[in-house]
Nanobody, 123 residues
Framework: QVQLVESGGGLVQPGGSLTLSCTASGRTFNSDPVGWFRQAPGKEREFVSVISWSGTTIFYADSVQGRFTISRDNGMNTVYLQMNSLKPEDTAVYYC????????????????WGQGTQVTVSS
């Protein structure tokens, strides 16, 4: 069983940057795609980005395209989400997830999840 741990969240001013990390333990990611999702208070969990095992296939939500960059280091069992030009509407708990069975953009299709890390964008 894979355990995922997210880190790197925090409080940042609008326009600032953060890098989130998602590290697997228990076993490696194997060949799993890994996605990032977020959930703001009172809202549904939404897709942010996903990366294939090789890193050659990447998708972003329209709302983060051009501002966020996903990457992975399979040797370190870690997936990253570099977030630039942060906006207050990016405030949410960010989750990473692996092993989608179906749509890579549908959170309910993923097989395992982390506990999330809070990102707050505020002045």
């Amino acid at each position: 069983q894979v355990q995922l741990v997210e880190s790197g969240g925090g409080l940042v001013q609008p326009g600032g940057s953060l890098t989130l990390s998602c590290t697997a333990s228990g076993r490696t990611f194997n060949s799993d795609p890994v996605g990032w999702f977020r959930q703001a208070p009172g809202k549904e969990r939404e897709f942010v980005s996903v990366i294939s095992w090789s890193g050659t296939t990447i998708f972003y939500a329209d709302s983060v395209q051009g501002r966020f960059t996903i990457s992975r280091d399979n040797g370190m069992n870690t997936v990253y989400l570099q977030m630039n030009s942060l906006k207050p509407e990016d405030t949410a708990v960010y989750y990473c997830a692996g092993d989608p069975d179906g749509s890579w953009k549908n959170w309910s299709d993923y097989g395992y999840w982390g506990q999330g890390t809070q990102v707050t964008v505020s002045s």
